[in-house]
């Protein structure tokens, strides 16, 4: 087990490595100069030199690369263009709204997912089947700004029940703490605030997690199909066990490794920044702040954004990983028979 899990983790280095030369390439030599952009038309061309020379885009590319590999390395990204300030501490401030929305996200997928799925395969061919698998299909096909701006259209303009922006009311905002405003609401006992950072949360969590919900409904469906013809199954209904207690305790417990899987793919996605449901609904993450950063041509914030979402999505794959080596004995004895 040790050498199977020392094996994932030494995969990892190429792949980060890999991703910080795409990185690179596309800011420093595919992306456009950023010295107009950043500081207008108007400006001279010493000035847009001097611009350069300041921020180190006069050295030469292997050395440059060379700099930024070193600094990502100590955890240094740079300073961004416009707000002078270093960029993990922008990403840092950022992001624990992305990780808020991410984690409310996957739950709310993971519950409706697994429950449609269940149904979907207890009644396989029924209607309660054919409806799940259209909200399936609905989930996969709609891009998430679409179901964003329908969502602000319904509740926020039509019925007036939900806020259409933003993370929580100004004067309700709790001060200091980790970020996370439910968890510094609880903390404080603030709880007109922890109200309404959930108000704010409903919107942007429904549209970000439809995508995700599809996904986890099909493979639970698909899973639990395959499990409840297997012999054990037939064998726990022939002992005289309730259907219920059959297909969760006997079908469902097996049916969720491949599920377990898709969950966690899913969440590292997630937690790598949801540009378009951060950007429909004004929400603070990172994946707002990414697309501010590519309109702007601050490649210093784009750069570190793009190396945080690959290795989040990188280790959240190391982490499903290893819990399906633990989940799956077979994974583990293959893991022997290799060493």
Known sequence: MFNYVLKRILMVIPVLLGVTVIIFLITRVLAPDPAPVVLGEH??????????TDNGLSDPI????INFVSGAIRGDLGMSYYTHQS?????????PATAELAVCAIIFASIIGVALGVISAVRKNRAADHISMIIALIGVSMPIFWSGILLILLFAGMLHVLPSSGRISPLLQPTGGTGFFLIDALIQGRWSSLADALVHL???????????MAIITRMTRSSMLDTLGEDYVRTAQAKGLTRGRVNIRHALRCAML??????GLQFGSLLGGALLT?????????????????????????????????????????????IYAYLDPRIKYGASKEA
């Open 43 to 52: 400006a001279t061309e010493a000035a847009m030199a001097a611009w350069r």
């Open 62 to 65: 292997w050395m440059q690369f």
């Open 87 to 95: 960029v993990t501490a922008e990403i840092g401030s950022r992001f």
């Open 202 to 212: 409903i919107m942007p969590t429904i549209a970000l997690s439809l995508y995700s």
């Open 258 to 263: 491949p599920v377990s899987t898709v969950i």
């Open 278 to 322: 951060e950007t429909v609904f004004s929400w603070p993450g990172i994946g707002k702040f990414a697309v501010d950063s590519v309109l702007k041509s601050d490649f210093p914030c784009v750069q570190g954004i793009v190396l945080l979402i690959a290795v989040i999505f990188v280790f959240m794959n190391l982490l499903v990983d290893i």
